[in-house]
């Protein structure tokens, strides 16, 4: 059963668009919503992360917006790059508990 | 500083052998982390320590698979018996506690013939 929904599976964007990965959960426990980036043959790498207590974070140009009587979240990347491309994951945790992952969106940003 | 690293980068085995693959966490972070990742798909938790003791191994999937942390730095994840489905990314994570940002390895690209 995947506790964690995303979508789309791949994403392409032109350069200089917004680029935008959602995913879902059931668990209301969850407290820690993460996503992360992904190279090939790389680990993946924190990019942001959201707790249920705010509605929308933003860094530079990722923004996480959070609907929690939706269980829903999302990233929004501004003005993509082509060094954006790579493989985006959205993930969710319980307190002290394991994180659960969703399946992944390979973007690829156009030039 | 140095992040996490993991060893060997990619390992290929023969159905039925054992294996095991280390994990050099960040140095003081206590909490670590074994993840299973699949092609085209998230990492998959498998096992967490918290120092030497694992916290929670509930996800590892059969008894095959055993993970050890004995000075609460280094891990080893085991595989016995390695059977061609065990082919993945193994990665490992650390963290300075529980609440914290996990740093991820490279991963270990397991291929079992």
């Known amino acids: 059963q995947q506790q964690v929904k995303q979508s789309p599976q791949s994403l392409i964007v032109q350069k200089g668009g917004i680029s935008i990965i959602n995913c879902a959960y059931e668990?209301?426990?969850?407290?820690?919503f993460p996503w992360y980036q992904q190279f090939p043959g790389k680990g993946p790498a924190l990019l942001i992360a959201i707790r249920p207590d705010v509605s929308e974070k933003k860094e530079g140009r990722f923004t996480i917006s959070f609907n929690k009587s939706a269980k829903q979240f999302s990233l929004h990347i501004m003005d993509s790059q082509p060094g954006d491309s790579a493989t985006y994951f959205c993930a969710a945790r319980e307190l002290g508990n394991q994180f659960y992952f969703g399946t992944g969106t390979s973007l690829t940003v156009i030039p | 500083g140095a992040g996490v690293s993991q060893t060997p980068s990619n390992k290929v085995t023969e159905k039925g052998k054992y294996v095991e693959l280390r994990c050099d966490p960040i140095?003081?972070?206590?909490?670590l982390y074994w993840y299973r990742q699949s092609l085209g798909q998230g990492p998959e938790f498998l096992i967490y320590?918290?120092?030497?003791?694992?916290?929670?191994d509930s996800g590892l999937p059969n008894d095959r698979f055993f993970a050890v942390r004995p000075e609460g730095s280094v891990s080893t994840l085991k595989i016995q018996r390695t059977e061609r489905g065990d082919s993945a990314v193994y990665l490992c994570a650390s963290s300075s506690g529980p609440t914290r940002e996990q740093f991820f390895g490279p991963g270990t690209r397991l291929t079992v013939l």
């Open positions: 140095s003081g972070h206590t909490a």
């Open positions: 668990n209301t426990a969850f407290d820690y």
């Open positions: 320590f918290q120092g030497t003791g694992a916290a929670d």
